[in-house]
Each structure stands twice: as structure tokens, then as C-alpha cells.
């Protein structure tokens, strides 16, 4: 835990169309961590669009970031057109270097390891997206949060929650997060159990596998080919 006195500086990527909730999910916790500064961050001011078309304004600018005590990464079908883009890869080389934390949901992952960042790292992902993370040097672990040192990863979506509270105690200790996640009355009760590839009945995965078979496709060619760019044995993956 890092002393209450101690100022944090917390700052979220934003982009074209990531999935809002791997970002407004951890918001509603990590604005609320005490006594720190929460600021999301994109390579323009200018509005963008989640994966459903939500318009989200950034704060600033990826070059007006100080140096941030958390960074949090999130995902979203977005995630693919950053994964050779040099000032955001070099923003998150940058800003992880310094960090005391670093917080990736969803495919935010994939970014991550597009910059060099999860080899020989504990990790996961989306599940769509959860066999790619070996190919970025990475141990893909089948668990919705993943603690790895001072690196937290959420699972897809949702999952960004239950990391964002897991990172909340590990800054600021368990009350601290117990009262945020009760400010938020988190007490999850789907109706139905079908949350992850275990659990949802045959034809509704496979229903869901071929929607995202297309960019699923598109992601493992680029994570093989970006670990060709790394020097990371692809076919270990």
C-alpha cells in the first residue's frame, strides 16, 4: 500500500473505437481512489468514438501527460489499428517505465504487448483474444483479474471492475476499496451464467465466436507479425 499522503497521478488511454466500458468501468473506481488525480489521455483532444459510437472527449493530450503513477490501458475492436502506431506504443513504453502501476483491460493487453511490454509477464485478455498473448512473450493465465508484480490485467470487459477494486487495494489498502465498491453498490447478480466460454451453453459460444471471427483473424496475423518485429518466436505460440 502507498502511503495516503502520497499524491497519484492516474491516466487512461483513450481512442477510436475502444469499448467504453473497459474504460468507464475502472473510472468509477479509480476516480474515486483518495487523493489522487484521474485524467484520460488520447494523441488529440478531439472527441472519439467507442465501438458503439459513445462520443468521448479526452482530457489531454498524450504529450501533456506528466509522468503517471497508474496507467491504465483499455481495449475494444480499436485496439487493432494502434498496434504498429509509434507514438502511442512509445507513450506506453514511456509512461510504464515510470509507473508505479500498470492496468490493462480487455485487449489493452495486446497494446501492451505490441510495445515490447508483456514478455515473461503473467497476463490475460479477452478470451476471444486470450490464446494471442504467448505470441507477445507472455503467460496467459485463465482467470478474470491477473496480479503480476505491480502489473494488474483485467479479462474482457467487465472484468475491468473487478481489476480496477483489485488495484484500488493494492494502492490505498482493502477499506479503501470495500468503501468505493459499496459507493457503487457492486454486487453483481446476472441473470444468467453465461459470462465466460466455460460456462455459456455450446451455441451461444459458437454464435459469439463467429461475430468476432473476422477481427479475431485479423488480430492473431498482426500479433504474429508484430512478434516477428519484437524478435519473439512466434510459433511458440
Not at 86 to 104: I, M, P
Not at 149 to 161: D, K, L, M, N, P
Not at 187 to 198: H, K, R, Y
Request: with cysteine.
Amino acid at each position: 500500500m502507498i502511503p495516503p499522503e502520497t499524491h497519484l497521478q492516474i491516466g487512461s488511454l483513450l481512442f477510436d473505437g475502444l469499448d467504453q466500458i473497459d474504460l468507464t468501468g475502472p473510472f468509477e473506481v479509480l476516480s474515486r481512489i483518495p487523493n489522487t488525480t484521474y485524467r484520460v489521455y488520447a494523441k488529440t483532444t478531439d472527441p472519439v468514438r467507442d465501438v458503439k459510437c459513445l462520443k468521448l472527449t479526452p482530457d489531454a493530450t498524450l504529450a501533456e501527460a506528466p509522468q503517471l503513477d497508474v496507467l491504465h490501458v483499455p481495449g475494444g475492436f480499436g485496439q487493432e489499428a494502434l498496434m504498429d502506431d509509434e507514438e502511442v506504443l512509445g507513450w506506453l513504453q514511456q509512461q510504464a517505465a515510470g509507473a508505479g502501476s500498470v492496468f490493462s483491460v480487455c485487449t489493452g493487453a495486446l497494446l501492451l504487448g505490441a510495445a515490447g511490454l508483456l514478455r515473461g509477464r503473467r497476463a490475460t485478455t479477452h478470451w476471444a483474444s486470450f490464446h494471442l498473448l504467448p505470441l507477445f512473450g507472455a503467460t496467459a493465465v485463465n482467470e478474470r483479474v491477473v496480479v503480476d508484480g505491480r502489473w494488474v490485467f483485467a479479462a474482457g470487459v467487465t472484468a475491468g471492475i473487478d481489476g480496477a477494486l483489485r488495484l484500488a487495494a493494492e494502492l490505498r489498502g482493502d477499506d479503501a476499496a470495500r468503501a468505493i465498491q459499496l459507493y457503487m453498490q457492486y454486487a453483481p447478480e446476472p441473470p444468467f451464467d453465461s459470462g465466460t466460454p466455460e460456462r455459456a451453453p455450446g451455441a451461444i459460444l459458437d454464435q459469439a465466436r463467429r461475430a468476432v471471427a473476422d477481427i479475431t483473424a485479423r488480430r492473431e496475423a498482426t500479433a504474429r507479425r508484430v512478434a516477428g518485429r519484437l524478435g519473439i518466436d512466434a510459433a511458440k505460440g
